[in-house]
């Protein structure tokens, strides 16, 4: 008969119970829910089949067989782990080819491969500032970019959201390049879809002579007409940035537009030849499996072909075939050009009626609620992918204009 846990264990039990049940009392408890199959616009989610319009899976890559084919003919000639962290025997060919190839799409002379987009944020800042350094950051930033920045212990500056001139008052201040001062933002905010200015910042970071480091974890592959991302994405739309201009640190993940796993950082070589000295996450961290980085190579010859552009095209569609349909209900999404299209209801228990109510009719759309988002601004936060067709999208917003009649009254 196994022993008695120790009292410590049954004390620490009845603290987290008590805090448990407040996340409950307040909306907040977050629960998993199984997905059987892949993940595509079409699931089944604890045995109930729904369409998915929450997923990261913009290009609908995740499902692909392409790249089911390549992980398997990677697995069966380098096998299914790494055994190592790169620095010890880790290293295989496809972690090689892979970023190689990262780095010849973006422009940049290296990409160095993480195990996760978290741990490439934190291991960056980590690696790159230092207490008596200066970080100035979007307040919106992913949490592994604020993490980062608290972990690496230097002066961190919280900027108003996408504030053009507190950043410039931020910059004018850290009197670079004396001190040494790194501008953070993501590329695309993961729960309000905008984009951040970028070319605003990358002037402000020009003129002063402070690095700019972006996360593009949700434009990579998706925006731009080539799929480069949110700089792309601003140089489409008519904004000269400059024949020099390069983001600095360029992170992104595998994840999301290349429905596979892992992340990168792309930039210099002096960058990532530091990275490999002093990033810790990426330095201690088993390296990810070669198979993932065959299927990713697939994902990123899909990017990269005229079947890329069809599928970013398509996903274009989508999102303004989605806004032009709420706008006719007047559904008043936030301003958002990307594929996430966030809908704020305000408080938490409206928000997890909706998508409960949205589920039993068989459309997936998480409810978003602090602290991943401000209080008060609980959302539902629905993407639009390249899988979906005009009738799921149509269907979708049928199905918002009943929920939100039925949970909130009238629409906006």
């Not at 993480?114 to 980590?126: E, I, K, T």
């Not at 670079?176 to 590329?187: I, K, N, R």
Request: hydrophobic share 45%.
């Amino acid at each position: 008969m196994n022993a008695p846990l120790p009292r410590l264990q049954s004390a620490l039990d009845q603290r987290l119970r008590a805090q448990l049940e407040q996340l409950r009392a307040a909306d907040l408890y977050r629960q998993r829910r199984a997905i059987t199959g892949s993940h595509g616009a079409q699931i089944e989610v604890d045995g109930q089949r729904c369409l998915n319009f929450c997923s990261n899976d913009y290009l609908g890559l995740a499902a692909d067989p392409r790249l089911a084919q390549a992980l398997a003919r990677a697995a069966a000639d380098d096998g299914v782990g790494s055994g190592a962290s790169a620095l010890v025997s880790g290293h295989n060919r496809e972690h090689r080819a892979l970023e190689d190839e990262l780095a010849d799409f973006l422009g940049c002379a290296r990409a160095l491969l993480f195990s996760s987009g978290w741990a490439v944020n934190v291991g960056v800042l980590r690696a790159l500032l230092g207490k008596d350094d200066v970080l100035i950051a979007d307040e919106l930033n992913h949490a592994s970019l604020i993490d980062g920045g608290r972990l690496s212990g230097a002066r961190y500056q919280r900027i108003a959201h996408a504030d053009v001139s507190a950043f410039a008052a931020a910059l004018a201040r850290t009197r670079a390049p004396e001190s040494h001062a790194l501008l953070v933002t993501d590329g695309v905010f993961s729960m309000d879809g905008d984009l951040a200015p970028l070319p605003e910042l990358a002037a402000l970071c020009r003129a002063q002579q402070v690095p700019l480091m972006v996360d593009d974890a949700h434009g990579f592959g998706v925006l731009g007409a080539r799929g480069q991302g949110s700089i792309e994405q601003w140089r489409a739309q008519g904004f000269d940035l400059g024949a020099n201009f390069a983001i600095d640190v360029h992170t992104a993940t595998l994840g999301k537009s290349l429905g596979c796993a892992g992340a990168f950082v792309a930039g210099s070589d002096e960058l990532i030849e530091f990275l490999i000295q002093r990033a810790r996450s990426w330095v201690f961290s088993t390296a990810p499996p070669p198979a993932v980085a065959a299927a990713a190579r697939a994902a990123l010859r899909i990017v990269r072909s005229d079947e890329g552009a069809a599928r970013r095209a398509r996903v274009a569609a989508n999102i303004a075939r989605f806004r032009a349909g709420c706008r006719a209900h007047g559904i008043d999404l936030m301003a958002s050009t990307t594929p996430i299209q966030p809908l704020v209801v305000g408080r938490e228990a409206p928000a997890l009626a909706i998508s409960k109510r949205l589920f039993e009719q068989g459309f997936w759309i998480a409810a978003i609620r602090p602290p991943t988002v401000p209080k008060g601004t609980a959302r539902l936060r629905i993407t639009l992918t390249a899988e979906h067709s005009d009738v799921q999208v149509d269907a979708l917003v049928e199905a918002l204009a009943r929920a939100w009649r039925a949970e909130v009254g009238e629409v906006k």
